[in-house]
């Protein structure tokens, strides 16, 4: 069964420090998330990406972050600064069409971000 | 917003116990239903899905019935075993027209284990 990877499964880094978080998507699927829960919070939801764009985003989301699909295959998260608050586990997800709500996101096994 | 309330845990069962996880939300409109469980390592995974008001969803022995009267969509199972122990998510999905969104918005999760 096709499955999303995502690397490093656990990412340390000093404060202030860039990070780039990497998933591998299902392959034929066009529709990109991420996600992350700090320890003991919810899941909550960063950014969706789609066509090459942005299509949503949280308050979460600042300019901080960014997204990119370089490759075709990889999908990344980038924090340009980070800080010890964005220590948390960072999910991708990915879903194969936009025709309906119904559709369902597949996830990978995360990213432990630590920041110290 | 969009949000999702469900029980705290962990919830502790012996095996073959009878399984109830609350989760109610609140929406604008008709948002598509979703359990996600998450085994320990592992990411998210989809259980089972409701789209609409009265739709059950099931999956290994789980269920759920997507209630609009109440705003719920408890999990339930008739005889949990060892192998259920996990961390379960009850996530909401808005449908967007345009731009490919769809974010899923979680509760916090319940634990549930399970023992002998």
């Known amino acids: 069964e096709p499955e999303v990877t995502q690397t490093p499964s656990h990412q340390v880094t000093q404060m202030g420090q860039e990070v780039i978080l990497r998933c591998v998507p299902i392959s034929n699927h066009l529709y990109f998330y991420w996600y992350r829960q700090i320890l003991g919070q919810k899941v909550e939801f960063l950014v969706s990406?789609?066509?090459?764009?942005?299509?949503?985003k949280s308050e979460i989301f600042d300019d901080q972050f960014s997204v990119e699909r370089p490759d075709g295959s990889n999908f990344t998260l980038k924090i340009r600064s980070t800080k010890l608050e964005d220590s948390a586990m960072y999910f991708c997800a990915c879903r194969s069409s936009a025709a309906m709500s119904t559709d369902t996101q597949y996830f990978g096994p995360g990213t432990r971000l630590t920041v110290l | 917003g969009d949000s999702v309330t469900q029980m705290e845990g962990p919830v502790t069962l012996s095996e073959e116990a009878f399984l109830t996880i609350n989760c109610t939300y609140t929406a604008t409109g008709y948002p598509s239903l979703f359990w996600y469980v998450q085994y320990p390592g592992e990411g998210l995974q989809l259980l089972l899905k409701a789209t609409k008001a009265d739709d059950k969803g099931s999956n290994k022995g789980f269920e759920a019935t997507y209630r609009k009267e109440t705003t719920s969509f408890h999990l339930e199972k008739g005889s949990v075993q060892v192998s259920d122990s996990a961390v379960y998510f009850c996530?909401?999905?808005?449908?967007?027209?345009?731009?490919?969104?769809?974010?899923?918005?979680f509760g916090t999760g319940t634990q549930l284990k399970v023992e002998l």
């Open positions: 990406f789609y066509n090459n764009e942005i299509s949503e």
């Open positions: 996530a909401l999905s808005a449908y967007i027209l345009t731009g490919g969104g769809n974010k899923l918005t």
